[in-house]
T-cell receptor, first 112, second 115 residues
């Protein structure tokens, strides 16, 4: 099984930078994902990390350290529309199956 | 390019009944995964189908089953419904999924209420 921890809620100001952390424990790591989910909508894919390091995609970046069981999602130049829940998910190999396990999500509130 | 389509969007069922949900993936995608999302447990993986075969399975009881057709459309079935099965059921499609899957696209979900 897995244990994924991320903060429940964060607040930030429009135009600022925010970092959402995710820590995990797994025995058969096979990739880490970040998803964004607006209230009442389906999750949308943001990033995928399987090797250590930083992946940058526009205003969003995701970092992974496998040895530390740690990832973060960095959001720059925050906009009001970035107010959403951010889900960290780890895929691992368990009993022959590749299972993605999701954290409970971090609710980000961006205020003017 | 059409997105992932799930039907129906909303469903109300009685305890003990069974239900079938449908998911049509993005054209060309062969992997379909199903998830249950509840306020209490968050998003949980049910199973994944690829080329009509269940390839990966989460930790849900046997009342939850699925299948995939040759056109990659997938159905999920829940038998002997319990109140705790009330949830948003999401499906996600990807090109290859499984071990090699990177990006997945979610449908809008089916909101199931068991009374």
């Amino acid at each position: 099984g897995q244990n994924i921890d991320q903060p429940t809620e964060m607040t930030a100001t429009e135009g600022a930078i925010v970092q959402i952390n995710c820590t995990y424990q797994t025995s058969g790591f096979n990739g880490l994902f970040w998803y964004q989910q607006h209230a009442g909508e389906a999750p949308t894919f943001l990033s995928y990390n399987v090797l250590d390091g930083l992946e940058e995609k526009g205003r969003f970046s995701s970092f992974l350290s496998r040895s530390k069981g740690y990832s973060y999602l960095l959001l720059k130049e925050l906009q009001m529309k970035d107010s959403a829940s951010y889900l960290c998910a780890v895929r691992d190999m368990t009993g022959g199956s590749y299972i993605p396990t999701f954290g409970r999500g971090t609710s980000l509130i961006v205020h003017p | 390019k059409a997105g992932v389509t799930q039907t129906p969007r909303y469903l109300i069922k009685t305890r003990g009944q069974q239900v079938t949900l449908s998911c049509s993936p993005i054209s060309g995608h062969r992997s379909v995964s199903w998830y249950q999302q509840t306020p209490g447990q968050g998003l949980q993986f049910l199973f994944e189908y690829f080329s009509e075969t269940q390839r990966n399975k989460g930790n849900f009881p046997g009342r939850f089953s699925g299948r995939q057709f040759s056109n990659s459309r997938s159905e999920m079935n829940v038998s002997t419904l319990e109140l705790g099965d009330s949830a948003l059921y999401l499906c996600a499609s990807s090109l290859v999924g499984g071990q090699g899957g990177t990006e997945a696209f979610f449908g809008q979900g089916t909101r199931l209420t068991v009374v």
